[in-house]
């Protein structure tokens, strides 16, 4: 269909439409990662510039990937409605509680339990296809409210702290996330 270097209204509208988005990095080496993400969890900056918010999960590829690369690739289709894909290429930043530019990024979102980064998307390449093979799907609950955002929640800062270190201070790769550095 196209290819540009911003989001143009269209593009930018078709987004905030869209219940899920895929992320997509990789180190140098060792594996590919591709996450999916929902919630109240991505802010549009302007045309070139996409942050969002990253949610406790099982791993963390996608922090310790920027870190190293910066590369990243996220991807929005549509499961309902006209067809698309839409892939925004480019360099992220991650940014964890620590550091002091969170507290400015995160007021753009709400308040939730486990949120461990924040990833700033520079966008270099927007790319859309036709999206025909995308299944059409109805949209019915969104796990995070009801079973994501309440566990960590339960858990608490101790209990989030103590599943951070378990399952996600290194990638699947054995490589580390940043989740407990300290920067100089």
């Not at 025909?132 to 799907?137: D, I, L, Q």
Request: hydrophobic letters at 35%; charged letters at 25%.
């Amino acid at each position: 269909m196209g290819q540009g270097t911003k989001l143009n209204s269209t593009l930018r509208k078709f987004i905030t439409r869209q219940v899920m988005f895929f992320v997509a990095t990789a180190d140098k080496t060792g594996r590919v990662n591709v996450s999916p993400k929902g919630l109240d969890s991505l802010r549009i900056i302007d045309d070139n510039r996409i942050i969002w918010l990253n949610l406790s999960g099982s791993g963390n590829e996608t922090a310790a990937h920027v870190a190293a690369t910066g590369r990243m690739t996220l991807m929005f289709c549509a499961f309902d409605g006209d067809p698309m894909i839409l892939r925004t290429y480019g360099t992220a930043r991650v940014f964890h509680p620590r550091d002091p530019e969170w507290n400015d990024l995160a007021q753009d979102f709400p308040k939730m339990a486990g949120s461990r980064q924040i990833f700033d998307l520079s966008i270099d390449m927007v790319q859309t296809s036709c999206g025909t093979g995308v299944p059409v799907m109805e949209f019915q609950r969104s796990r995070g409210e009801t079973e994501l955002v309440p566990y960590f929640d339960d858990l608490g800062d101790d209990g989030v702290t103590d599943f951070w270190k378990r399952k996600n201070s290194t990638t699947v790769d054995g490589k580390p996330t940043g989740i407990f550095a300290t920067k100089p």
